[in-house]
């Protein structure tokens, strides 16, 4: 009885006394500086219209590349189809801020066109290199259990994937992988940055929490997530509010006494159009941005930015955006041949998304059965969070192959329906059925 006693005391006395030996910058044991550290870059679009996800990328690559990350250990997969694109008043430039620098010069690009798929993106994450062998430059993370690696993915998103110009990348695949390269000690700590919309669907309920891997999400599981900074001679959107933000930040700060808890704070009160989310290892926010960003000093010239939020539209709305605005400039103009051009885009458009609800009540009525109005209400409009995987993949990759009107994966108004098919999965209604009823509505 007293022995115990007597040792429940010490115990007292030494958790006490451990407590305050802890000094404040108690992480710093997980600075570890003689790792290497990886970047991986990706926007997963195409298009000019998606021209803010390959100048969020470009401008990503100049902050790990001017904070001393050297080039072998930065890989970037982006299209490349904006700089030069036959819209761009400005060939071989490309921005991501009003009046900003040209962004695009200097960057290295490994994978470009077809080789922006999830296959190769999973395969170059994981340090798969005899796969990618012929492929862009071959290049792969090469990392081991010292290395810290930053992953930063821009693009279109829907609940449950990440969109590239041709094909999805699933949350269970993505999220396998990284349980993978835990497993093989592939990394010490893994930073990822995540710019889509209801981007929080690829990691909340999937995420391990003790890994060393940090998701941050520009949205949550349900929301979009905004462009930013329209361009008026170039008529499409500079930039994504959530990228342009953290990388804002980055270029201000000093990353070597910056948390990430830091930035995330700050940057969630800017984007305050979606919330910024965290999912995964919370203690790696006590990390300096500097383990991942890179340890050296930064000191070109950071040029005033605008206020990002002013002009923010969700990412569905950008197509339509555009188009009222640039016909709005012909009626200014007087120039008849172009507002009927732009109305007739506009039209398009509108008409583009009436089919997409068409056709998505089409397939809840026969799903959920004619007359139940109740349960189609709850189909179309609810708002659940994704656990059956296997029956979304397989609907929504139906979907993509058989429905062409849904134009999917680029279409991001009819990606914001797919939450309909998480409705009806998570009923749920089985996978045939739903299977059915796109049949016979898509076919
Ligand atoms: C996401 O944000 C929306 C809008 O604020 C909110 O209604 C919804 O509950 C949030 N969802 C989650 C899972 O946090
Ligand atoms: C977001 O912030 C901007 C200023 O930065 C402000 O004009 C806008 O009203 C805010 N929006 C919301 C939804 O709070
Ligand atoms: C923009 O609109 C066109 C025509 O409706 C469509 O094909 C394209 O997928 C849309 N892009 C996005 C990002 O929604």
Redesign the pocket.
Known sequence: MTTRMWSGAVLVIFSVTVTFAIPPDYQLPKLKKDGKQWALLVAGSN?W??YRHQADVCHAYHIVRSHGIPEEQIIVMMYDDIAYNAENPYPGEIINQPGGENVYKGVTIDYKGKDVNPKTFLDVLQGKEENVKGVGSGKVIKSNSEDNVFVNFVD?GAPGLIAFPDQFLHAMDLNIALDRMHDNKQFHQLLFYLETCESGSMFSSLIQKDYNILAVTAANSTQSSYACYFDKKRQTYLGDLFSVNWMQNSDKRNLNSETIEEQFQIVRKETNQSHVMEYGDLEMNLLMLSTFLGYEQDNHIVLDAPNPNLDAVP??D??ITIQRYVYRMAKAENNEQEMAESLDRIN??MK?REETDITMKHIVSLVAGDNNFREQDQMLMGENNLYRHDCYVTVVEYLKDKCDRL?LP????SLKHLRIMVNLCERPYSTDAIISAIDKVCL
């Not at 680029?410 to 108004?413: A, H, I, L, Q, W």
């Open positions: 298009g219209g998606n279109h990412s569905e950008v197509n398009a458009i583009k134009d680029s279409n991001r108004y």
